[in-house]
Structures are given as structure tokens and as C-alpha cells.
């Protein structure tokens, strides 16, 4: 069956970086577009980033861009986030996603899902 594993949260400063990976299994990973989302607490999970099948083409929510950056390696069957300047509003549960309806912003077009990886940004 299909398995997103995320990892490398945790518990960071305000202004500091952390890089999470979801490793992909039981999907042919490369002809999945790859989503992360996040959900704070009391908040509705909200759009990051995702990225297109061959990785040429990516999208991020206005709230990170020029902060996280979405990648992906095929060959490894892993979707990154790189983030960084990360603030307290960052703090959520982060989760990734795959799809194959295209590269979309909707939670709801996301059949696959991983369990999720804490990051807490301290002020």
C-alpha cells in the first residue's frame, strides 16, 4: 500500500532552517505531483508548496515564498521542504501529500497522506 513517511521536524529558534523529507512507497513516485500542507492548532490545514511530477514545475503558498522551497528526487522517491527565516507562525504539524489530478492547491485532490512531522519555531 502507499506509504509517505515525513520527517526532520522539530523545535527550532525563530530565524532558524530546518529541511523535511517524505519518503514515498507503494506509488510510482514520479508520476505523482507532491504537496506539503500544514496544520496548526485550531486552524484548518492550509497549502505550502507542491511540486510536478519531474520537478519543472512548483508552486508556493504567498506565506512561505521566498522562505521554503519545495524539491523533489526521483530517484530517491523523496519530496523535500527546505525552510528557512522560519518565525513562530510557522509552528504546525506538516504534512505531505501526493496526487495525480496536477499541480493544485486543494487538499481535497490529495488521495495519499503522510502521518505528519512537528516543527515548533520559539519566539
Known amino acids: 500500500q502507499v506509504q509517505l513517511v515525513e520527517s526532520g521536524g522539530g523545535l527550532v529558534q525563530a530565524g532558524g532552517s530546518l529541511r523535511l523529507s517524505c519518503a514515498a512507497s507503494?506509488?510510482?513516485?514520479?508520476?505523482?505531483?507532491m504537496g506539503w500542507f500544514r496544520q496548526a492548532p485550531g486552524k484548518e490545514r492550509e497549502f505550502v508548496a507542491a511540486i510536478s511530477w519531474n520537478g519543472g514545475n512548483t508552486m508556493h503558498a504567498d506565506s512561505v515564498k521566498g522562505r521554503f522551497t519545495i524539491s523533489r528526487d526521483n530517484a530517491k522517491n523523496t519530496v523535500f521542504l527546505e525552510m528557512t527565516s522560519l518565525g513562530p507562525e510557522d509552528t504546525a504539524v506538516y504534512y505531505c501529500a501526493a496526487t495525480r489530478r496536477g499541480l493544485l492547491a486543494i487538499s481535497e485532490v490529495y488521495p495519499y497522506w503522510g502521518q505528519g512531522t512537528q516543527v515548533t519555531v520559539s519566539s
Open positions: 507503494g506509488l510510482t513516485f514520479s508520476t505523482y505531483v
